[in-house]
C-alpha cells in the first residue's frame, strides 16, 4: 500500500467514514419502508423528493423508483458543476441507494397494509420516521440527496438561507399535491411535517436533561445561599451592565435538573417576587463548579 492510500485510508478512519455510511444505508432502508408503508398508498405529499415522486406518479404514470433516481441523478450532477466535487459527494451514496430500496420495498403495502380510516395515526408514523432519518442523517454530515442538495446549491450560489428555500419548495410540493389529491393530502402533510421538525431536533440535541437558570435579582447572597445549600448545587456568577442605566449588575448561573424546575422557580419568586430569569433547555451537563 503506497503512501497516497494509506492516507486515505487514515483519514477514513479519523472521519469514521465506515460508520457515517452504515448508519445512511440502514436510514434509507428504514426511509424507503416508510414511503411504500405510509406515504406512497396514502398520498401523504410532505414536500421533498418523496412528495415530488407521487405527483409525478400520479400525472405521468412514472414508477417512483424511477423517477427519485433520475431526478437525484440530475441533482447531483448539476451539485458537481455548482458547488463541486466534495460538497456534492456526500450525495453519491444515498442518490444511487435510496432509489435501489424503493424499489425493493414496494410489495411490503402487500404483507402490512395501513387502512387510509388510519390516515392521522400514519401521518404521525411517518413524521416521526422521517425526522428521525433526516435527523441521522445530519448527524453524521451526509446528505440524503434531491432536495437537500438543490437547498445547499442555492445557499452556496445565491446565499438563500437553507431554511428559506427549503420551506418554498415544500411549500410548493404540498400544495401541488393538495391539488391533485385534495385538502386531506395537505392537513396530513402538515402533520407529517410538523412531527418530523420535533424529531429532528431530539434526533441532533437529545432531549434535554436539565434547564439552565439566568437570573437578575437584588437578593443575590439569599438566591446563591439556597442554590449552593440546599440544592447542592454550583453557581456562577458573571458581571454585566444594564442596558438602561448601564448600573453594574450581577447574573447566577445554575443548570438543575427538569424535576426540580418548578420548585426552583417557585423558590426563586418566594425570595425575590420582583427576580428577572430566564430558564433554558441544557442538553448536557459536565463538569462542576463551586463559585
Same mark, same amino acid.
Given at each position: 500500500m503506497n503512501d497516497k492510500l494509506k492516507k486515505i485510508w487514515k483519514k477514513m478512519k479519523k472521519e469514521k467514514w465506515g460508520y457515517k455510511y452504515s448508519v445512511l444505508i440502514v436510514t434509507m432502508f428504514v426511509s424507503s419502508i416508510n414511503y411504500n408503508l405510509f406515504l406512497r398508498p396514502l398520498k401523504i405529499v410532505a414536500g421533498g423528493t418523496n412528495g415530488l415522486s407521487i405527483i409525478v406518479e400520479k400525472l405521468f404514470s412514472i414508477s417512483p423508483s424511477t423517477f427519485i433516481l433520475y431526478f437525484s441523478i440530475a441533482i447531483l450532477i448539476l451539485g458537481y458543476l455548482?458547488?463541486?466535487?466534495?460538497?456534492?459527494?456526500?450525495a453519491l451514496v444515498a442518490t444511487f441507494v435510496y432509489p435501489l430500496f424503493v424499489d425493493l420495498t414496494e410489495g411490503i403495502n402487500s404483507y402490512v397494509h395501513v387502512s387510509s380510516n388510519d390516515?392521522?395515526?400514519?401521518?404521525?408514523?411517518?413524521?416521526?420516521?422521517?425526522?428521525?432519518v433526516a435527523g441521522l442523517t445530519c448527524k453524521v454530515d451526509l446528505s440524503q440527496g434531491g432536495i437537500?442538495?438543490?437547498?445547499?446549491? !442555492? %445557499?452556496? $450560489?445565491?446565499?438563500?438561507? &437553507?431554511?428559506?428555500?427549503?420551506?418554498?419548495i415544500n411549500f410548493i410540493i404540498v400544495l401541488v399535491g393538495g391539488y391533485c389529491f385534495g385538502i386531506t393530502s395537505v392537513l396530513c402533510a402538515i402533520i407529517l411535517l410538523y412531527v418530523s421538525s420535533h424529531v429532528i431536533d431530539k434526533v441532533m440535541l437529545g432531549?434535554?436533561?436539565?434547564?439552565?437558570?439566568?437570573?437578575?435579582?437584588?437578593?443575590?447572597?439569599?438566591?446563591?445561599?439556597?442554590?449552593?445549600?440546599d440544592l447542592r448545587s454550583g453557581a456562577t456568577v458573571f458581571d454585566v451592565k444594564s442596558g438602561k442605566n448601564?448600573?453594574?449588575?450581577s447574573?447566577?448561573?445554575?443548570?438543575?435538573?427538569?424535576? !426540580? %424546575?418548578? $420548585?426552583?422557580?417557585?423558590? &426563586?419568586?418566594?425570595i425575590d417576587h420582583n427576580a428577572f430569569f430566564i430558564v433554558t433547555d441544557s442538553y448536557e451537563v459536565m463538569g462542576g463548579h463551586n463559585s
Open positions: 455548482t458547488v463541486g466535487v466534495k460538497k456534492a459527494s456526500s390516515i392521522i395515526i400514519a401521518s404521525i408514523f411517518a413524521g416521526a420516521i422521517t425526522g428521525w437537500t442538495l438543490i437547498n445547499q446549491i !442555492l %445557499y452556496e $450560489k445565491f446565499r438563500i438561507s &437553507i431554511s428559506k428555500s427549503n420551506f418554498i432531549i434535554s436533561s436539565h434547564k439552565s437558570f439566568y437570573i437578575i435579582t437584588d437578593r443575590e447572597k439569599d438566591i446563591k445561599d439556597y442554590i449552593l445549600k448601564d448600573d453594574d449588575r447574573i447566577l448561573m445554575v443548570a438543575v435538573p427538569n424535576d !426540580l %424546575y418548578y $420548585k426552583v422557580t417557585k423558590k &426563586i419568586k418566594m
